[in-house]
């Protein structure tokens, strides 16, 4: 029964439908700026996280597509997400937080975008606005002086 257990830990459940396995992540420690004292010289707490998108067999290529957009310039050229997370001092919680945020990016990759509807402006709207620039124009148009080639016969 370690075996079943043991398999899902390696495993990141972005959705029902979308796993990823923890071997197509790849993790690297840096010193972190920020609070930690003299901690902060001597501990690698900040997490970089590289996750290949182009190469992920665990993606559908409409996912794919999406999150390469929705990434924009934290893609590399060679379409490596690359996630930084130094927000906490101990790297275990640094981790997990860079996981959390690659699934949640994912996820929002994963929903489709509606399909934009086209729509007409009502007869109605289209006549208020044509009456509103009418009035407008005039109103302009009152506030100018009288032009003298204009002689009243």
């Known amino acids: 029964m370690n075996e079943p257990t043991e398999e899902r830990r390696k495993v990141i459940e972005v959705t029902d ?22 901690n902060v010289n001597k ?12 190469a992920s067999p665990s993606l559908p290529p409409d996912v794919r597509e999406r999150l390469l957009r929705l990434a924009g310039n934290r893609v590399t050229g ?8 130094r927000r906490f001092r101990s790297q275990h919680r640094n981790r997990e937080d860079a996981v959390q945020r690659l699934a949640t990016l994912i996820r ?23 009456d509103s620039k009418q ?7 009152s506030r100018k002086p009288p032009r003298p080639d204009r002689g009243e016969d």
Do not use: Y
Request: a positive charge; glycine letters at 8%.
């Open 108 to 130: 929002r990759a994963a929903e489709r975008p509606k399909k934009r509807r086209k729509t007409r402006p009502s007869k109605a709207s289209v006549e208020r606005r044509l």
């Open 17 to 38: 439908t979308i796993l990823i396995p923890e071997e197509e992540l790849d993790f690297s420690f840096v010193r972190s700026s920020g609070p930690g004292g003299q």
């Open 135 to 141: 009035r407008r124009g005039k109103l302009k148009s």
């Open 78 to 85: 060679e379409g490596v997400l690359v996630i930084e997370a």
């Open 43 to 54: 501990v690698a707490t900040a997490v970089q996280l590289r996750f290949d998108v182009g």
